[in-house]
Nanobody, 125 residues
Framework: QVQLVESGGGLVQAGGSLRLSCAAS????????MGWFRQAPGKEREFVAA????????YYGDVVKGRFTISRDKAKNTVYLQMTSLKPEDTAVYYC??????????????????WGQGTQVTVSS
């Protein structure tokens, strides 16, 4: 059973930074493509970033490109999302997602098999 647990959310002022973590209870963590999505109240879930299981290539949504960085620590079974230059419009619940051996449409939430419970990020102006 795959479990994903996000942490690191909170309240931050505009222009600040946060680092989210997603701890995965997966024995074969290195075989999973990992993604981050977010959902603001009244809006659809939005792709934020993903990291390929094999190549470690990274992919970003246009609205976060250049500000957010996804990375993974295979020894700790953890994926991170470093967020900088935060804006009030980044306020959302951030979700971690996973799919094994996946190389495809990283941007679609429907391609991921496992999800965490989410962590709230609030950016004040």
């Amino acid at each position: 059973q795959v479990q994903l647990v996000e942490s690191g959310g909170g309240l931050v002022q505009a222009g600040g930074s946060l680092r989210l973590s997603c701890a995965a209870s997966i024995e074969t963590f290195s075989t999973y493509t990992m993604g981050w999505f977010r959902q603001a109240p009244g809006k659809e879930r939005e792709f934020v970033a993903a990291i390929n299981w094999s190549s470690s290539n990274t992919y970003y949504g246009d609205v976060v490109k250049g500000r957010f960085t996804i990375s993974r620590d295979k020894a700790k079974n953890t994926v991170y999302l470093q967020m900088t230059s935060l804006k009030p419009e980044d306020t959302a619940v951030y979700y971690c997602a996973a799919r094994q051996y996946y190389s495809g449409n990283y941007y679609s939430e429907y391609e991921y098999d496992y999800w965490g419970q989410g962590t709230q990020v609030t950016v004040s102006s």
